[in-house]
């Protein structure tokens, strides 16, 4: 399969914990992004990768999350200390070099219990 | 601030109708728009990308227009089936930064 691949598929993990998920791109998309979905809304923008370099992230995003994209190519997003409000889906898309059209995994579903 | 808007939030139509999901946005300078199927529980499927330099695109039963003047697009779904039934999302892409701007979506649900 060469779409865009999320790990796992579903994390519940009680409160105060750290979670870690991963991201691999469609093969040559340089351009990575990850959002967070809660049930019946749209998804909210997180963070943005052009090759490694982080070049946007959501004023939303607490200092309790971080991403990071080594040598371009797979992502991780940690979460430390989780809350209830985190629970979520969280979607990784990419996009080729030259184009901004985004293809998205099938997305982690965060449970906090 | 840049919005995006779909109205409605859910919409019930009997098969082999065609039917018209809207979308509008604040500010008219787009980079692009594209519209994406969600499935319950799962990501989200590109359908339909169209630059800002378009009008409209066409894949299959679907097509997509582009009004930037007027801050709208609409999804055209032509002879709906029970199959396409799922949450349709559009989302905004402004040339003052990276991220897509989400509309709530337009869950579609189609009667056999």
């Known amino acids: 399969d060469t779409g865009v691949s999320q790990n796992p598929r579903h994390k519940i993990t009680k409160r105060g914990q750290n979670v870690t998920f991963r991201c691999d791109p469609i093969?040559?998309?340089?351009?990575l992004y990850w959002y967070r979905q809660t049930l019946g809304q749209g998804p909210e923008f997180l963070t943005y990768?052009?090759?490694?370099?982080?070049?946007?992230k959501s004023r939303l995003l607490s200092d309790r999350f971080s991403a990071e994209r080594p040598k371009g190519s797979f992502s991780t997003l940690e979460i430390q200390r989780t809350e209830q409000g985190d629970s979520a889906m969280y979607l990784c898309?990419?996009?080729?070099?030259?184009?901004?059209?985004?293809?998205f995994g099938q997305g982690t579903r965060l449970t906090v219990v | 601030k840049q919005e995006v808007t779909q109205i409605p939030a859910a919409l019930s139509v009997p098969e082999g109708e065609n039917l018209v999901l809207n979308c509008s946005f604040t500010d008219s300078a787009i980079y692009n728009l594209q519209w994406f199927r969600q499935d319950p529980g799962k990501g989200l499927t590109s359908l339909l990308l169209?630059?800002?330099s378009q009008r409209e695109q066409t894949s299959g039963r679907l097509n997509a227009s582009l009004d930037k003047s007027s801050g709208r697009s609409t999804l055209y779904i032509a002879a709906s089936q029970p199959g396409d039934s799922a949450t349709y999302l559009c989302a905004v892409r402004w040339h003052s930064n990276y991220q897509l701007i989400w509309g709530a979506g337009t869950k579609l649900i189609i009667k056999p």
């Open positions: 169209i630059q800002s």
């Open positions: 990768f052009q090759n490694e370099a982080q070049l946007e």
């Open positions: 898309a990419s996009s080729p070099s030259g184009s901004f059209e985004a293809f």
């Open positions: 093969s040559e998309h340089n351009r």
